[in-house]
């Protein structure tokens, strides 16, 4: 046994290895876009399975050995998975395999990865390269990112990278892979990749093909014959996965087939292998199925059906037309066009054909047409919305919206088997029928499976509906010509002509009689009419005749006719009578000995027999029922009993159906109540609401008469600020005099002396005078004036001097404490202004009350203080009764008329 190694990858990428044959023209092209100063990336496309991974990996692999254009450090990243990652989370991927790549330390991005990334870590990176050398970013499976359904970072990395394409274009490039066209991407996409070229990675030349398939004779002896060659070729037509696969199993399959050392591969060994490389690459062109849009999926079903040859425009309409497709619309016109750019058609002969033939056969293998018809209704994405909406409103009983939903989806695809056959279901449902007619007879003449059993129901209702005879026979015989054993229709069609057949009769017209019986199907009534006509003819011997038909008693009916040719020769054509008993007898061996095989289970012998009664009589007992139960194997009795039990749950359908339309009736009945009543409370809410926007008006304009009061008490606050200053200073003045007048008050005491004994005289002191004088006496002890009156024997001069002394200081200091009280006094009034401002301005009632009592209360403390400090002064005692009097029930006035 051979210990060669198969030598062919199939399904891995192949750019690190041998196997990576071809696409010169694609790395051309990405050098030639790093070459050129104003340009730094390149995107790369094409169908799945095609080979774009691999380029990547090739780029990989040899990007560091180019010089001719620059030097490149190229770093490989997969986007397959990253679709519902964030932004940061990507970045952060994508700084570790950059720093993994070029053996950096791990990058540490912080809280903040986007902009750490942008402008801090990939800046010093590429700052850090050596002179003429770029950093090359290969981003495989781009258009992961641009999905619908793609979610996370697929919003913010577009715009995101677009600053990154333009922040270092010496330095930094890019390849993009994806598996579309770039035309075929979001807006989003699109406005990143308007302004960047792009490469089609297309399927392999001839020449290249060739090289991948002879790769097995660089490694072993093993040679492949033209003719195998070619075959390949005209499988693959140059697509590298295809033919890695055909290569592979036709490798295995040579060295498997018993010889020790196999010298060539031929045609005959590719052939033998093809159905085994469809089976393996199930997944591969399930992948590649899944990426067509629905209409590429109906054409190409179409197309492949057709076989390997090419198909014209108008050929590929009539495949539609007869596959169900009732009207072209734009999307199947523009299908083959579609597939072409994709490579997977190419013009021939003005038409169309499979390029990969493997691709077309797996197609017509496993997508054939019919089973495909299910994506002519997801073909215009807006009509299966709206027939989405219309089948949830369905459910919901809403049927008018539901069959105006119905309506614009068959308007934008007409195609739309689903939406015809709701459609239908609802006209039906509300009884009209003919509108349920039209849409099903259109749906049958292209779906008639889909169609057959709701369009014989609109029939039905129609002949039920119908006021003559005529009108319903002709609405049953579109039923018959549907379904030939429609039993409801053949029930109604045979009671008509029976009908009929029975007034003819009535009337003597036995010709009429027969057409109409024989149009009822009534074979017995037919034969007995036919029986009666000969009756007429007087011939009482053919009514015997007629009898012992009827008991089949054929023996003696050939008995009979033999008596009957020779005594009534004229009666009939014995002759032929007489063929037509032998043949009954016939039949009835026949049809026994078919019943006999069909019990005995023998099915084939039971139709021979029962085929060769009914080519002789079509009616002949029950064959045509034997002969259905031989072919089918079932009873279709049973079936008539199931289709009658069906028509019975219709029936109880529909009464449910109507019920449940009164009910809904009478809620939009109670809906309609519900709203009056809610309209009549909206009309009071917008009285109420005038009502207090006419409050609302007075209450503004008392704000603005409190405004312009308020503007008014900061005046006065204002004023009495100006008059506590002006205090504050008179009681500096005073303080000033006061020293001056105890300054003076030393430097008089001469004066006083000689002034005491003129004012001796006039001196009256009480006795509590006195008092006090020897009292204060004693406190000027210390006195200079007191001790040189005691060495000179003055003591009645000492003592004036001491009372005047007192009355001085008394009045000084009476003087003093007024300028304070004053003092006080202001300073409590401008604090109660203020503080009765800010209440106002706070337009609270409650905090003007209490601060108001507040200041009354702490003006009264602080007389009790004032009072308390002046005990022995009669003048401020007087005035601060006083204030208590007035000075209180004015403040307590202007506090109401704030509050006011």
């Given at each position: 046994?051979?210990?060669?190694?198969?030598?062919?990858?199939?399904?891995?990428?192949?750019?690190?290895?041998?196997?990576?044959?071809?696409?010169?023209?694609?790395?051309?092209?990405?050098?030639?876009?790093?070459?050129?100063?104003?340009?730094?990336?390149?995107?790369?496309?094409?169908?799945?399975?095609?080979?774009?991974?691999?380029?990547?990996?090739?780029?990989?692999?040899?990007?560091?050995?180019?010089?001719?254009?620059?030097?490149?450090?190229?770093?490989?990243?997969?986007?397959?998975?990253?679709?519902?990652?964030?932004?940061?989370?990507?970045?952060?991927?994508?700084?570790?395999?950059?720093?993994?790549?070029?053996?950096?330390?791990?990058?540490?991005?912080?809280?903040?990865?986007?902009?750490?990334?942008?402008?801090?870590?990939?800046?010093?990176?590429?700052?850090?390269?050596?002179?003429?050398?770029?950093?090359?970013?290969?981003?495989?499976?781009?258009?992961?990112?641009?999905?619908?359904?793609?979610?996370?970072?697929?919003?913010?990395?577009?715009?995101?990278?677009?600053?990154?394409?333009?922040?270092?274009?010496?330095?930094?490039?890019?390849?993009?892979?994806?598996?579309?066209?770039?035309?075929?991407?979001?807006?989003?996409?699109?406005?990143?990749?308007?302004?960047?070229?792009?490469?089609?990675?297309?399927?392999?030349?001839?020449?290249?093909?060739?090289?991948?398939?002879?790769?097995?004779?660089?490694?072993?002896?093993?040679?492949?014959?033209?003719?195998?060659?070619?075959?390949?070729?005209?499988?693959?037509?140059?697509?590298?996965?295809?033919?890695?696969?055909?290569?592979?199993?036709?490798?295995?399959?040579?060295?498997?087939?018993?010889?020790?050392?196999?010298?060539?591969?031929?045609?005959?060994?590719?052939?033998?292998?093809?159905?085994?490389?469809?089976?393996?690459?199930?997944?591969?062109?399930?992948?590649?199925?899944?990426?067509?849009?629905?209409?590429?999926?109906?054409?190409?079903?179409?197309?492949?059906?057709?076989?390997?040859?090419?198909?014209?425009?108008?050929?590929?309409?009539?495949?539609?037309?007869?596959?169900?497709?009732?009207?072209?619309?734009?999307?199947?016109?523009?299908?083959?066009?579609?597939?072409?750019?994709?490579?997977?058609?190419?013009?021939?002969?003005?038409?169309?054909?499979?390029?990969?033939?493997?691709?077309?056969?797996?197609?017509?293998?496993?997508?054939?047409?019919?089973?495909?018809?299910?994506?002519?209704?997801?073909?215009?994405?807006?009509?299966?919305?709206?027939?989405?909406?219309?089948?949830?409103?369905?459910?919901?009983?809403?049927?008018?919206?539901?069959?105006?939903?119905?309506?614009?989806?068959?308007?934008?695809?007409?195609?739309?088997?689903?939406?015809?056959?709701?459609?239908?279901?609802?006209?039906?449902?509300?009884?009209?029928?003919?509108?349920?007619?039209?849409?099903?007879?259109?749906?049958?003449?292209?779906?008639?499976?889909?169609?057959?059993?709701?369009?014989?129901?609109?029939?039905?209702?129609?002949?039920?509906?119908?006021?003559?005879?005529?009108?319903?026979?002709?609405?049953?015989?579109?039923?018959?010509?549907?379904?030939?054993?429609?039993?409801?229709?053949?029930?109604?069609?045979?009671?008509?002509?029976?009908?009929?057949?029975?007034?003819?009769?009535?009337?003597?017209?036995?010709?009429?009689?027969?057409?109409?019986?024989?149009?009822?199907?009534?074979?017995?009534?037919?034969?007995?009419?036919?029986?009666?006509?000969?009756?007429?003819?007087?011939?009482?011997?053919?009514?015997?005749?007629?009898?012992?038909?009827?008991?089949?008693?054929?023996?003696?009916?050939?008995?009979?006719?033999?008596?009957?040719?020779?005594?009534?020769?004229?009666?009939?054509?014995?002759?032929?009578?007489?063929?037509?008993?032998?043949?009954?007898?016939?039949?009835?061996?026949?049809?026994?000995?078919?019943?006999?095989?069909?019990?005995?289970?023998?099915?084939?012998?039971?139709?021979?027999?029962?085929?060769?009664?009914?080519?002789?009589?079509?009616?002949?007992?029950?064959?045509?029922?034997?002969?259905?139960?031989?072919?089918?194997?079932?009873?279709?009795?049973?079936?008539?009993?199931?289709?009658?039990?069906?028509?019975?749950?219709?029936?109880?359908?529909?009464?449910?159906?109507?019920?449940?339309?009164?009910?809904?009736?009478?809620?939009?009945?109670?809906?309609?109540?519900?709203?009056?009543?809610?309209?009549?409370?909206?009309?009071?809410?917008?009285?109420?609401?005038?009502?207090?926007?006419?409050?609302?008006?007075?209450?503004?304009?008392?704000?603005?008469?409190?405004?312009?009061?308020?503007?008014?008490?900061?005046?006065?606050?204002?004023?009495?600020?100006?008059?506590?200053?002006?205090?504050?200073?008179?009681?500096?003045?005073?303080?000033?005099?006061?020293?001056?007048?105890?300054?003076?008050?030393?430097?008089?005491?001469?004066?006083?002396?000689?002034?005491?004994?003129?004012?001796?005289?006039?001196?009256?002191?009480?006795?509590?005078?006195?008092?006090?004088?020897?009292?204060?006496?004693?406190?000027?002890?210390?006195?200079?004036?007191?001790?040189?009156?005691?060495?000179?024997?003055?003591?009645?001069?000492?003592?004036?001097?001491?009372?005047?002394?007192?009355?001085?200081?008394?009045?000084?200091?009476?003087?003093?404490?007024?300028?304070?009280?004053?003092?006080?006094?202001?300073?409590?009034?401008?604090?109660?202004?203020?503080?009765?401002?800010?209440?106002?301005?706070?337009?609270?009632?409650?905090?003007?009350?209490?601060?108001?009592?507040?200041?009354?209360?702490?003006?009264?403390?602080?007389?009790?203080?004032?009072?308390?400090?002046?005990?022995?002064?009669?003048i401020v005692r007087l005035m601060f009764f006083i204030n208590i009097v007035i000075m209180l029930p004015i403040l307590f006035g202007v506090s109401v008329a704030i509050i006011k």
């Amino acid at each position: 046994m051979s210990l060669y190694l198969n030598p062919y990858i199939a399904g891995n990428p192949v750019g690190n290895s041998n196997a990576f044959i071809g696409r010169a023209d694609v790395v051309r092209d990405v050098l030639h876009i790093f070459a050129r100063p104003e340009e730094n990336a390149i995107v790369l496309y094409g169908q799945r399975r095609i080979g774009k991974t691999s380029v990547l990996q090739f780029l990989q692999k040899n990007l560091r050995q180019e010089t001719t254009t620059g030097h490149y450090l190229p770093i490989y990243f997969d986007l397959q998975d990253k679709a519902t990652s964030t932004l940061g989370n990507v970045l952060k991927e994508l700084a570790n395999t950059i720093a993994y790549e070029l053996d950096l330390t791990t990058p540490q991005l912080g809280d903040n990865p986007e902009h750490s990334f942008q402008h801090q870590w990939l800046p010093q990176q590429l700052a850090n390269l050596a002179k003429g050398t770029a950093l090359v970013l290969l981003f495989d499976e781009f258009d992961v990112l641009a999905a619908e359904s793609a979610k996370g970072a697929s919003a913010d990395f577009f715009p995101y990278l677009r600053q990154l394409l333009a922040s270092d274009r010496q330095r930094l490039n890019f390849v993009f892979v994806i598996g579309r066209n770039v035309d075929d991407l979001n807006t989003i996409a699109l406005s990143l990749f308007k302004s960047v070229p792009a490469r089609r990675i297309s399927l392999l030349n001839k020449t290249d093909t060739f090289d991948l398939i002879r790769l097995s004779e660089k490694t072993s002896p093993l040679r492949w014959s033209t003719a195998a060659l070619e075959r390949i070729w005209q499988l693959t037509n140059g697509h590298a996965f295809f033919t890695q696969q055909l290569c592979s199993f036709a490798w295995e399959e040579t060295y498997n087939d018993g010889k020790t050392n196999p010298e060539e591969i031929t045609a005959n060994s590719i052939d033998k292998v093809i159905e085994d490389v469809l089976s393996a690459s199930k997944n591969a062109f399930e992948w590649l199925w899944d990426g067509l849009p629905p209409a590429e999926r109906v054409v190409s079903a179409a197309l492949a059906q057709a076989g390997g040859h090419a198909v014209t425009e108008t050929e590929l309409d009539k495949l539609l037309h007869e596959s169900g497709v009732r009207i072209v619309i734009r999307e199947l016109q523009d299908a083959p066009k579609l597939l072409q750019d994709w490579d997977l058609l190419e013009p021939v002969d003005g038409g169309y054909r499979f390029k990969v033939e493997l691709l077309r056969r797996w197609i017509e293998a496993n997508k054939p047409l019919r089973r495909v018809q299910d994506e002519l209704d997801r073909i215009e994405p807006v009509a299966e919305n709206l027939f989405q909406a219309a089948h949830g409103m369905y459910r919901n009983s809403q049927l008018e919206q539901a069959e105006n939903l119905l309506n614009q989806a068959l308007g934008l695809n007409p195609n739309h088997v689903k939406a015809n056959k709701l459609l239908a279901d609802l006209l039906l449902a509300n009884g009209n029928y003919t509108d349920a007619k039209n849409v099903l007879a259109n749906l049958y003449e292209f779906q008639p499976y889909e169609a057959r059993s709701r369009l014989v129901q609109a029939y039905l209702g129609l002949a039920s509906a119908a006021q003559d005879d005529e009108e319903k026979l002709s609405y049953l015989d579109e039923i018959l010509k549907i379904d030939a054993n429609q039993p409801e229709a053949k029930k109604i069609y045979k009671a008509i002509w029976t009908k009929r057949g029975e007034g003819y009769l009535a009337d003597g017209l036995s010709t009429e009689a027969l057409a109409a019986f024989t149009n009822a199907g009534l074979n017995k009534k037919v034969a007995e009419l036919k029986q009666a006509l000969y009756e007429a003819e007087g011939k009482q011997q053919l009514q015997v005749l007629e009898t012992l038909k009827q008991e089949k008693n054929y023996t003696d009916a050939l008995a009979l006719i033999s008596q009957l040719e020779t005594s009534h020769p004229t009666l009939f054509d014995w002759q032929q009578e007489q063929r037509v008993i032998e043949q009954l007898l016939g039949l009835t061996t026949n049809y026994r000995l078919a019943i006999d095989a069909l019990t005995l289970g023998n099915n084939k012998q039971a139709q021979e027999l029962l085929l060769a009664v009914m080519g002789v009589d079509p009616e002949f007992e029950e064959a045509a029922y034997y002969l259905y139960l031989a072919v089918t194997g079932n009873d279709y009795c049973l079936l008539n009993e199931s289709l009658q039990k069906l028509d019975e749950e219709n029936k109880l359908l529909k009464t449910e159906l109507a019920n449940r339309v009164n009910l809904f009736e009478n809620e939009t009945r109670e809906l309609f109540e519900k709203n009056d009543a809610l309209a009549k409370k909206l009309a009071d809410t917008v009285g109420l609401a005038k009502k207090a926007e006419d409050r609302l008006k007075v209450a503004n304009a008392e704000l603005i008469e409190k405004s312009a009061k308020l503007k008014s008490f900061d005046k006065e606050n204002d004023k009495l600020g100006n008059k506590f200053m002006e205090s504050f200073n008179r009681n500096e003045e005073l303080s000033l005099e006061n020293q001056t007048l105890k300054n003076t008050l030393a430097n008089t005491e001469d004066i006083f002396l000689r002034q005491v004994m003129g004012l001796k005289n006039l001196l009256k002191v009480s006795e509590v005078e006195k008092d006090y004088i020897n009292s204060s006496f004693d406190a000027y002890k210390n006195n200079r004036l007191i001790e040189l009156a005691e060495e000179e024997n003055r003591k009645d001069e000492a003592e004036y001097i001491i009372d005047l002394l007192t009355q001085k200081n008394t009045k000084l200091q009476l003087i003093v404490d007024s300028k304070k009280w004053s003092f006080s006094g202001l300073f409590l009034v401008f604090i109660f202004m203020n503080m009765n401002m800010s209440a106002l301005i706070a337009d609270k009632e409650e905090i003007r009350f209490f601060a108001s009592l507040f200041l009354l209360l702490l003006v009264f403390i602080f007389h009790l203080f004032i009072a308390k400090s002046l005990k022995n002064s009669v003048i401020v005692r007087l005035m601060f009764f006083i204030n208590i009097v007035i000075m209180l029930p004015i403040l307590f006035g202007v506090s109401v008329a704030i509050i006011k």
